[in-house]
């Protein structure tokens, strides 16, 4: 279940921590706050209560699927995490559908399955190439 407030997160966290003691494996309210945010693709409670709170997300969603180009590549994926990194940015983590070969080398490829950047509320990454070119630009 994705939760779509604080209110619903905070009463599935609670209704974690109660299973849990049911189960003989009691934890504290704040352990459940944390696994409930993680089991949610979220680093910690405190980032799930953040995108919860504000939309800041640049409109991306956990699962959403997304497509763009990634050093240059055209790749398409879903989005599997999501960090509030201060008001501006979202650091996203993307599954792609089809490995990326972030090589420049003719000689050998390095495969990358998942990728991951910092964005800006116009889709582009903070973090560019030595040309100036983004490293992750989404549709």
Not at 42 to 65: F, I, K, V, Y
Not at 76 to 84: I, P
Not at 95 to 114: G, I, K, M, N
Request: a positive charge; charged letters at 25%.
């Amino acid at each position: 279940m994705i939760a779509k407030d604080l209110k619903d997160t905070k009463a599935q966290a609670r209704r974690l921590a109660a299973a849990l003691e049911k189960a003989g494996m009691p934890v504290p309210l704040a352990r459940a706050y944390e696994l409930t945010a993680q089991a949610a693709g979220h680093a910690d409670w405190n980032t799930m209560a953040a995108a919860l709170r504000s939309p800041a997300g640049q409109g991306l969603a956990l699962g959403e699927a997304v497509s763009g180009r990634y050093l240059g590549h055209p790749v398409a994926g879903r989005v599997h995490a999501l960090r509030q990194k201060g008001a501006e940015f979202v650091e996203v983590e993307i599954d792609l559908d089809q490995p990326v070969d972030v090589a420049q080398s003719e000689h050998f490829t390095a495969l990358r399955r998942r990728v991951r950047a910092t964005l800006g509320r116009d889709g582009r990454s903070v973090g560019k190439r030595s040309d100036g070119v983004p490293h992750l630009v989404l549709d």
